[in-house]
């Protein structure tokens, strides 16, 4: 019992049960704006800075990508949808998701269609665009 009871305080603890950051994207293009929630609450945005991205330069590191700590709280809304400050950012399976629900295919040069992901994260989630449209 003492066993079972030493389990559940363990796994319910937020800071065992934790799952791994994931990226959260804002808009792509021109550049993919993204970034991820820390564990102490604030918004985190990805650098690939050789400055900031040097051993001392990083708050966070997810896979090596180095995250800079802000000072604007962040909160997960629903599911792959993150809020922080005035903007909504998109996980990569949200967006994923969406682009097979709703592909929008582009002609390539030499031929063929491929859809590029180009788009920006609201409140409502994914919002898939051309390169014309932004």
Request: aromatic content about 12%; glycine content about 10%; overall charge positive.
């Amino acid at each position: 019992m003492k066993r079972l009871l030493l389990a559940l305080l363990l796994f319910s603890n937020p800071a065992v049960a934790e799952e791994d950051p994931i990226y959260y994207v804002h808009v792509r293009p021109p550049s993919s704006y993204s970034g991820t929630i820390g564990p102490n609450g604030f918004f985190h945005y990805f650098t690939n800075s050789a400055v900031s991205a040097s051993a001392d330069g990083c708050d966070m590191r997810i896979d090596g990508a180095c995250f800079i700590k802000t000072d604007i709280p962040a909160k997960i809304i629903r599911k792959g949808i993150l809020k922080a400050g005035s903007k909504f950012w998109c996980s990569e399976d949200h967006i994923q998701a969406r682009k097979k629900a709703d592909p929008k295919p582009v002609l390539r040069r030499g031929g063929g269609y491929m859809d590029y992901g180009y788009g920006i994260c609201t409140k409502n989630g994914w919002v898939t665009k051309s390169l014309d449209d932004l």
